[in-house]
């Protein structure tokens, strides 16, 4: 069976810090492009950072030297270190796994960035 868990989010106060989990089972984590998309209220789902399973990474204008996403293969988990979080950065952030024409989907954590 095949899961991706979020964790890490929750309120933070502008110009603050959160480091977002995302933890796999039951797919070859190691040849997975990860990413992690966001999706505020009213708005479209956007992708903002994705990693490929060399390494490689390309970030949204909005979160660019802001976030940061990481991948460690042994442990099956990506990571999304996000930086001077703005209000506007407020959404329920996902998890995406794509190989080929296989995509799954965690279940979403929220961030808040509020004072």
């Known amino acids: 069976q095949v899961q991706l868990v979020e964790s890490g989010g929750g309120l933070v106060q502008p110009g603050g810090s959160l480091r977002l989990s995302c933890a796999t089972s039951?797919?070859?984590?190691?040849?997975?492009?990860m990413a992690w998309y966001r999706q505020a209220p009213g708005k479209q789902r956007e992708s903002i950072a994705s990693i490929t399973d060399g390494g490689s990474t390309v970030y949204a204008g909005s979160v660019k030297d802001r976030f940061t996403i990481s991948r460690d293969n042994p442990k099956n988990t990506v990571y999304l270190q996000m930086n001077s979080l703005k209000p506007e950065d407020t959404a329920v952030y996902y998890c995406n796994a794509r190989y080929g024409n296989s995509e799954r989907w965690g279940q979403g954590t929220q961030v808040t960035v509020s004072s």
């Open positions: 039951g797919i070859i984590f190691r040849i997975y492009v």
